[in-house]
């Protein structure tokens, strides 16, 4: 009997060694520590304007950018990089994404894989992320209280991956947008929603919210009924809309909303949001009075083409009105080849949105959109020493951003491709 009591723990002991070491690999953990970085010639495109000028050298010290120009005092210990013949710009924002929705993360592997890699999250998202130059990913509804762990592993760099700014759960109302998706497991909808259209319940989850640590919330304010005037999506009401944005600036959150008709757009921009998530949708047209709304508001619009593909229609009439853009993916809708951010800025330009204001719609305008500008989003000194380095000139044809040299994310050199064929 004792025996069998030996021989049991060690077989516990050497499954629970298996699974720790099947845990570990590939996990994506930073391979460079921080360190001081001279990033010598080059163009740099520092995204607090539209020009592009030769690099005056820029320090990277203790994650910061500490000094840009010929008079910067070169430590002795320093990475240098020449940056000869290639771009340097700011790193880029992806302002929307649900980054453990897995449905569409290689379904046919199966339930067991799937798991697998939520428990460890999601190593190959977080590696394509920045592969692709994406240095802060904003999460608009996610799995509570996963997504809050995640935040909290990336902020103390247990594991690598994107500045993560997260929404937690999605307030909307039963039967509402997303929770009648289909394929969605109840369990996950009940997670990654707040259900409730009543103000003071709305406030309380609210504050309850900020103090676990969100960065903002995402509210549904896109209703339908059909031609007999009966509700067939119903949403909240403009009452509880309020009650969230009020509570929310209390907290110092921003507020992302996904609308629906111009007269919700309308009502939206009243209460007082900060972006606007896919905008006009369904091929409704966008009026000069929301036009004129949304830049008096300083509202950022984030479009996400490849989730809505009727809303090129307004593109040209927001880019005329001078209207702040940022840029979403909402992946994983689309995100077979990790590729999903490039294809939205093609589809931006594409849309009629010159190159160069994409490029800031990447980088400058997604700081904005975050309350985050003094930190993040250009290349000055006193941010964040988030940059890459790419073979191009993306301000003149942005898929050029797609060829990346380097990824430098608080300091660190988080990819290099310098010495090895581009990623994809
Ligand atoms: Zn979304």
Redesign the pocket.
């Given at each position: 009997m004792k025996k069998f009591f030996i021989y049991f723990t060690l077989f516990i002991i050497t499954i629970a060694a298996i699974f720790m070491i099947a845990y570990h690999n590939n996990l994506y953990v930073w391979e460079n520590p921080k360190q001081n970085i001279w990033i010598a010639n080059g163009q740099l495109f520092d995204g607090t304007s539209e020009q592009v000028r030769d690099n005056p050298g820029i320090l990277i010290k203790d994650g910061k950018i500490v000094c840009i120009g010929s008079n910067c005092q070169i430590p002795t210990e320093v990475k240098r990089i020449d940056a000869t013949g290639k771009a340097i710009v700011p790193g880029l924002i992806d302002l929307?994404?649900?980054f453990l929705s897995g449905k569409a993360r290689d379904p046919e592997q199966g339930i067991p894989s799937m798991i697998w890699q939520q428990l460890r999250y999601l190593p190959s998202v977080r590696r394509e992320l920045i592969a692709a130059g994406v240095t802060s990913y904003r999460s608009?509804?996610d799995v509570m209280p996963a997504i809050l762990d995640l935040k909290k592993e990336l902020s103390e760099q247990n594991i690598a991956g994107p500045r993560l700014f997260i929404a937690g759960p999605i307030f909307t109302v039963k039967g509402g947008h997303?929770t009648q998706g289909k394929g969605i497991p109840t369990w996950v909808v009940e997670r990654m929603t707040i259900q409730s259209d009543d103000p003071s319940y709305v406030k309380q989850q609210v504050a309850i919210l900020a103090e676990q640590g969100i960065d903002g919330i995402?509210v549904i304010y896109q209703g339908s009924t059909n031609e007999k005037g009966v509700v067939t999506m119903p949403r909240i009401s403009s009452d509880t809309l309020l009650a969230l944005t009020s509570e929310a600036r209390k907290h110092g959150l921003w507020v992302a909303v996904?609308t629906g008709s111009p007269e919700e757009t309308d009502e939206a921009i009243a209460a007082g949001i900060n972006t606007i998530?896919?905008g006009i949708r369904h091929g409704n047209l966008i009026n000069s009075t929301t036009l004129q709304s949304i830049v008096e508001n300083n509202i950022v619009y984030v479009p996400?083409l490849g989730?809505e593909p009727q809303g090129h229609l307004n593109i040209a009439a927001l880019n005329q009105s001078g209207v702040v853009f940022g840029v979403?993916t909402?992946s994983p809708?689309e995100m077979a080849d990790g590729n999903s951010y490039h294809n939205e800025l093609s589809r931006m330009v594409n849309a009629g949105i010159p190159d160069v204001k994409v490029l800031i719609a990447a980088t400058r305008n997604g700081a904005d959109a975050l309350g985050k500008l003094a930190e993040l989003g250009t290349i000055e000194v006193g941010k964040y020493a988030d940059l890459l380095i790419v073979n191009g000139q993306p301000w003149q044809d942005i898929r050029e951003l797609k060829k990346i040299n380097i990824v430098i994310l608080s300091g660190r050199i988080a990819l290099d491709n310098s010495t090895e064929p581009l990623a994809y």
């Open positions: 929307h994404g649900h608009l509804g997303p995402k996904h998530e896919h996400t989730r979403g909402d809708v």
